[in-house]
């Protein structure tokens, strides 16, 4: 049973942006913080973002920070990554996350599935 869905990935030019989804059952969604992260083969998966259940709460990575945005629909249980600003090394395998915990360490139990994003220069 697939809980996480992400779309919107793509290939875009340098300077360029995107905007990434990711849908989930009501179940898998209310009442949780959830963020992205992202992978490049050959590297550990990488911290992107993070937005608290409320909304009002984010945090990013120092890579990221003034280029992208976390924000969430609760009504529609969905969770969006806007990236602007796009450069070659943000190319990665983007995944959504449901975070478990909200105290550190942080625990994160569903992934999806994960969509490509490329940026060429």
């Known amino acids: 049973q697939v809980q996480l869905a992400e779309s919107g990935g793509g290939l875009v030019q340098a300077g360029g942006s995107l905007r990434l989804s990711c849908a989930a059952s009501?179940?898998?969604?209310?009442?949780?913080?959830m963020g992205w992260f992202r992978q490049v083969p050959g590297k550990e998966r990488e911290f992107v973002a993070v937005i608290n259940w409320s909304g009002g709460s984010t945090s990013y990575a120092d890579s990221v920070k003034g280029r992208f945005t976390i924000s969430r629909d609760n009504a529609k249980n969905v969770v969006y990554l806007q990236m602007n600003s796009l450069k070659p090394e943000d190319t990665a395998v983007y995944y959504c996350?449901?975070?478990?915990?909200?105290?550190?360490?942080?625990?994160?139990?569903?992934w999806g599935q994960g969509t490509q994003v490329t940026v060429s220069s």
């Open positions: 009501r179940r898998t969604f209310s009442g949780y913080a």
């Open positions: 996350v449901r975070r478990r915990t909200d105290y550190v360490p942080y625990e994160y139990d569903y």
